[in-house]
């Protein structure tokens, strides 16, 4: 069937450290991936989105690509502030029963400290 | 442009109560999600409207039922709450319920916290 897999958090760097989470994805056909965030106390909000196989998506300095090949669509940002702590999920779109369902990972903690 | 905007923030029932989760959306999408959170499984959808008019059951409906208003709101009642029904709720909106790119992106309101005694 159709899922997401994240690495487990929860994850802590120090302020401006590369940060890389990895995520694949189990899919019949071509889903559409997402990466959201969820600051503390808050609700879900889009990151980035990619469509189609080499799509990057990009948003605030964050990047993810969409491989095919790898089945793959791996966060990351070059330099992290304190400000990126959060819960971040990734998520595809697979269209079933009349509806783009959409799946999430489990989510990834982040935690920067100063 | 507020979003999706949902209320009340924060509630507290007692098993066997009942209650309303009001969500508003003001971006003119045509479909609407109701999800729960909970530790350790991620979003579950309870019930989505595709469209004014319609609604349908998700991955775990049981316990609730839902009310599409009218083109900006879907509320979600609980008629009997039970203590496995604590979660926080988030709804969401999106263009459609089919298709790819802009159409299929859900947008998340703030969420609210419920907790069954």
Known sequence: GNSVTQMEGPVTLSEEAFLTINCTYTATGYPSLFWYVQYPGEGLQLLLKATKADDKGSNKGFEATYRKETTSFHLEKGSVQVSDSAVYFCALTFFSGGYNKLIFGAGTRLAVHP | ?117
């Open chain 2, 1 to 117: 442009n507020a979003g999706v905007t949902q209320t009340p923030k924060f509630q507290v029932l007692k098993t066997g109560q009942s209650m309303t989760l009001q969500c508003a959306q003001d971006m003119n999408h045509n479909s609407m999600y109701w999800y729960r959170q909970d530790p350790g499984m991620g979003l579950r959808l309870i019930y989505y409207s595709a469209s004014e008019g319609t609604t349908d059951k998700g991955e775990v409906p049981n316990g609730y039922n839902v009310s599409r208003l009218n083109k900006r709101e879907f509320s979600l009642r609980l008629e009997s709450a039970a203590p496995s029904q604590t979660s926080v709720y988030f709804c969401a909106s999106s263009g459609y319920t089919t298709g790819t790119g802009a159409r299929e992106t859900q947008y998340f309101g703030p969420g609210t916290r419920l907790l069954v005694l």
